[in-house]
């Protein structure tokens, strides 16, 4: 881990006593707890980021599939939903 700084926020008594239990149910300190999520948070919205400017650019260059060919194709596949 690089060089750390301190971050202040403030939470729940209720979340704080969830991310203490499960701290503790790891052998964890809160401050590991709270930074693996925050690193799981932030790498999940970068995805959605990067995933939303994928589909932006599949729609301004033409490379998408109408929703009717969509839902042919699953039905085609695997039945018609009930």
């Keep these: 881990m690089g060089k750390t700084v301190r971050v202040n926020a403030e939470i729940s008594e209720d979340?704080?006593?969830?991310?203490?239990r499960l701290a503790d149910e790891h052998g964890w300190s809160k401050?590991?707890?709270i930074e693996q999520a925050l690193q799981a948070f932030v790498r999940t919205?970068?995805?959605f980021a990067a995933a939303v400017q994928d589909g932006i650019t599949a729609w301004r260059t033409g490379e998408t599939v109408e929703h009717s060919d969509v839902i042919a194709?699953?039905?085609?596949?695997?039945g018609q939903a009930r």
Excluded: G, K, T
Aim: glycine letters at 0%.
């Design 73 to 78: 194709d699953f039905e085609r596949r695997y």
């Design 31 to 33: 401050d590991v707890l």
């Design 15 to 20: 979340l704080n006593a969830s991310l203490q």
């Design 45 to 47: 919205e970068a995805q």
